[in-house]
Nanobody
């Protein structure tokens, strides 16, 4: 199993920025596909972004394209989510997730593809 610890959430005004971090341990980080999901109260957990094991491929949900950037530092066992131009609808608990062995075709989008999850970090965007 992989242990994931997120940080960086908080309260920000509309148009502001936050950077989330997720530190992984327990597995070779460079062998993990990594993703970010988010969940608002009363709603399902939804895909936000994912990155391949080596960082060469990134994927985004349409509403965050051009505003969010996922990246990773394999030397630090850390994946990041830089969030810019935040909107009230971005308010959610954000979860980091790891897929052991990376992603199969298009599977990064589905939460079932991931083997381990962090505890989540709250992001609140005020209007």
């Amino acid at each position: 199993q992989v242990r994931l610890v997120e940080s960086g959430g908080g309260l920000v005004q509309t148009g502001g920025s936050l950077r989330l971090s997720c530190v992984a341990s327990g597995r070779t980080f460079s062998g993990l596909g990594m993703g970010w999901f988010r969940q608002s109260p009363g709603k399902e957990r939804k895909f936000v972004a994912a990155i391949s094991e080596g960082g060469g491929w990134t994927y985004y949900e349409d509403s965050v394209k051009g505003r969010f950037t996922i990246s990773r530092d394999n030397a630090k066992n850390t994946v990041y989510l830089q969030m810019n131009t935040l909107r009230p609808e971005d308010t959610a608990v954000y979860y980091c997730a790891a897929a052991i062995g990376g992603f199969s075709n298009g599977s990064y989008y589905y939460s079932d593809e991931y083997d381990s999850w962090g505890q989540g970090t709250q992001v609140t965007v005020s209007s």
